[in-house]
């Protein structure tokens, strides 16, 4: 059974030979574990039979922008967090340029606003076929600062704390915003989904509806100003005969029968750490409509624990999730640096000797 099919199988609720396989790092972990086992990333892939594969997507072909500006206009500076392991990068945001923004024609204004003609999408259909020809499972997610989303994109555009005061006190620019967000996104799908010609197997969307212990908008909020959009996206990506995966931090329990109704077939991350997201509950209330993939704490087994610490925690996942398939494993987020590779073998290893079906 290769991939496809053993994937494919799990999103229909059924059970192949084992428990599908995601895996999920940072670029610093990626670049290590190439590293240490002296051959590509892919290969190390295909050394634990990673199921999943992430293309790249349409090439930028775009206006020239400045150094750390995305295609938003949103400027970010490098941080760069040194570790006993090794070492993180990230970026953070430095200037959203409609912070400033005092009304909907203001940000209508906006020259800022990209175009989906800056992008050459007739590379999509050959990485999808490079997958495809593997026999593995071809997922488009985009990258960090262009991932399909729309509340996301509002926080960077904006800041994060005027968008969600937006959202009560000043509605016309938080409708504006993100209805700019989805004009652009809802082309670029359509686009990327065209340029497949039927190869792409999932399109992972994302965007942060949760903190650690709630919602970070109230439920009114988010079927107000961005349930419409999120079925949207959803609807765009099944008019193709593609499965959807969508990407979310946080404490979102109480979101999810939402989430299912707009159509959903993936829920992604299930942070173990966070409230209501106990992976167990999560699956005997919306197993029989909802798919999962994640649930691997990164704040704790991942770099904290043992190698067995690891096997445990990958154990009880297990046991919980195969019943009627409907599961793909992963860690909740990126592996971080601060994690060993013992551990990381360890999880790729415990993925097979428990997520066996015999």
């Known amino acids: 059974m290769d991939s496809r099919e053993r994937t494919l199988l799990s999103l229909e609720h059924e059970t192949g030979d084992r428990i599908p396989i995601d895996f999920w790092a940072s670029m610093s972990m990626k ?18 039979d990673v199921d999943l594969r992430y293309i790249e997507g349409p090439a930028y072909i775009g206006p020239a922008r400045p150094d750390k500006v995305d295609i938003w206009g949103v400027r970010r500076t490098a941080v760069v967090v040194s570790l006993d392991s090794g070492s993180e990068s990230y970026s953070e945001v430095d200037l959203s340029p409609l912070a ?5 024609e203001a940000v209508d204004s906006y020259p800022g606003w990209p175009s ?19 026999g593995r499972v071809a997922v488009f997610m985009g990258d960090r600062l262009n991932r399909i989303a729309q509340l996301k994109p509002a926080m960077y555009l904006r800041g994060m704390e005027h968008i969600l005061m937006d959202l009560h006190v000043n509605p016309d620019i938080a409708r504006a915003i993100l209805g700019r967000v989805r004009k652009f996104y809802t082309e670029y799908l359509d686009r990327i989904l065209d340029a497949a010609k039927g190869k792409l197997d999932i399109v992972l969307t994302g965007d942060d509806f949760g903190g650690q212990q709630s919602l970070l908008v109230s439920l009114d909020t ?6 419409e959009g999120f079925k949207q996206y959803i609807d765009i990506i099944h008019s193709y005969g593609v499965k959807c ?18 159509g959903l077939d993936v829920l992604q991350s299930l942070q173990p750490e966070a409230a209501g997201m106990n992976l167990a509950e999560l699956k005997a209330r919306f197993g029989k409509d909802l798919c999962f993939q994640g649930g691997i704490s990164i704040q704790e087994a991942m770099p904290f624990g043992s190698p067995q610490d690891v096997r445990k925690a990958v154990e009880q996942v297990a046991d ?3 019943p009627d398939g409907g599961y793909i494993f992963c860690t909740a987020h990126n592996i971080q640096a601060d994690t060993s590779t013992e551990n990381v073998t360890a999880l790729l290893e415990a993925y097979h000797e428990y997520g066996r079906y015999e």
């Open 31 to 48: 670049r290590r574990l190439a590293q240490e086992f002296e051959c590509s990333y892919d290969a190390f892939l295909d050394k634990y």
């Open 100 to 104: 400033d923004a005092d009304s909907a």
């Open 116 to 134: 989906p003609d800056w992008f050459d999408y007739s590379v999509v259909e050959a990485q999808c076929e490079a997958v495809r020809n593997q």
């Open 320 to 322: 919980v999730v195969k």
């Open 222 to 227: 988010w079927r107000g100003f961005l349930g």
């Open 245 to 262: 995966m969508h990407h979310t931090c946080g404490s979102v329990r109480d979101l999810v029968p939402d989430l299912i109704d707009c």
